[in-house]
């Protein structure tokens, strides 16, 4: 098929963590005016709602999210909108229908109106029982606990197939927990990585969700921003996987993050009080194999956890004694 250029980009779900900040770098790269952001929730004051284009939609619409991509003449669809994995629990049916609906509109989209390319994130909650915990490999069994990892799995295996039968170009990464500074995160298992930092700036203690030694595969935003950007960006002629690369990072604890938290605030404290994410979590491998990612796009993650740590505490307190921490 050849790499073909992108021009004009939509990203669903932008006003979440993730989209937050990629849609503000996509838009330093591709253009203001070549990146509509698009959320259910309405046009935002700040930067993101004002600096381009955006556009108030549900991804479940088809014929909204089409109409949105022929009146900005889109070729690249950066489908973020997505129901994660603790509020996924509470509602699965609604985790299922969002997910699902979202992802096959945005591939019914690139398909008829002949799109350059659909980017869709899965997860490390595509695994679960029966794979192996540490470096899980890229192929494995793929038995997952929660809704939203089967929509993952599910999600993975439509690009696949949309690549294969229709030849649509989808590609997709299994992102581990995504810790950040700009925008909280949405209803995941990981969250707690992110809760931390806050709590650690405002309080100087956290009571987190997860167990003192659950180990899982996290990295840090700007990684998350490269390895998005890297793979859109990557030769399709290099890639044999489509929409399930591995992509790893760093691996830690609580316990680990509290230490290396700790290093900076020394009377820091963490308590441990796990609630249901715990067997989220315990279904989810402590580290990933990413040699496929490593291989056919070339990934390299640039920070590890006190790399991380010191950036959180930086931003954050400078946040706090702006009195903008929850901004
Ligand atoms: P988020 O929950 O922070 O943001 C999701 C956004 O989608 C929100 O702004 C929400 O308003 C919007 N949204 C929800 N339902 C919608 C609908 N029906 N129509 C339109 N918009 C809707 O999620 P995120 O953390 O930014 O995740 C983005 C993607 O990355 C998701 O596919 C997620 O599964 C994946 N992912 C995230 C992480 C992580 O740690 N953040 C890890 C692995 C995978
Ligand atoms: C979640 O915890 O649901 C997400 C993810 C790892 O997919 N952060």
Redesign the pocket.
């Known amino acids: 098929m050849g790499t073909r250029a992108i021009s004009s980009i939509l990203v669903?779900?932008?006003?979440?963590?993730?989209?937050s900040e990629l849609t503000a770098e996509l838009r330093r790269r591709y253009g203001d005016g070549n990146v509509v952001a698009?959320?259910?929730?309405p046009r935002p004051e700040g930067e993101l709602g004002q600096a381009g284009p955006f556009e108030q939609?549900?991804?479940?619409d088809a014929e909204g999210l089409a109409d949105i991509c022929r009146r900005h003449g889109i070729d690249a669809i950066v489908?973020?909108?997505?129901?994660?994995s603790a509020s996924g629990e509470r509602d699965p049916l609604k985790a299922w229908h969002?997910n699902m609906a979202?992802l096959i509109n945005a591939l019914e989209i690139a398909r008829d109106l002949e799109l350059t390319q659909v980017v869709?994130?899965?997860?490390?909650?595509v695994f679960g029982a029966g794979c192996p915990k540490e470096d899980t490999p890229q192929e494995t069994v793929l038995k997952p606990s929660t809704m939203?990892g089967v929509t993952?799995v599910a999600g993975e295996l439509l690009c696949d197939y949309y690549v294969a039968r229709y030849g649509v170009d989808a590609r997709g990464l299994?992102?581990?927990?995504?810790v950040s500074a700009e925008?909280l995160?949405?209803?995941?298992t990981?969250d707690y990585a992110v809760e931390i930092y806050y709590a650690a700036i405002e309080k100087g203690a956290y009571t987190c969700f997860l167990n003192e030694d659950t180990k899982l595969p996290m990295m840090y935003m700007p990684d998350c921003i490269k390895s998005t950007i890297d793979l859109m960006e990557a030769d399709y002629d290099r890639l044999i996987h489509h929409g399930d690369f591995n992509v790893g990072s760093m691996s830690f604890s609580a316990g680990e993050l509290t230490a290396s938290i700790r290093e900076h605030i020394p009377d820091f404290r963490t308590t441990y009080n796990p609630d249901y994410r715990q067997a989220i979590a315990d279904s989810w491998p402590s580290s990933v194999d990413d040699t496929a990612a490593r291989e056919e796009w070339d990934w390299r993650p640039e920070y590890d956890l006190r790399a991380m740590t010191e950036d959180m505490l930086t931003r954050l307190r400078a946040r706090h004694e702006a009195g903008l921490l929850y901004r």
């Open positions: 669903t779900g932008a006003l979440g963590q993730i989209g698009s959320d259910l929730r939609v549900n991804v479940t489908h973020l909108a997505a129901v994660l969002v979202g869709c994130p899965s997860s490390i909650a939203y993952k299994r992102y581990p927990g995504i925008t995160p949405g209803g995941g990981t």
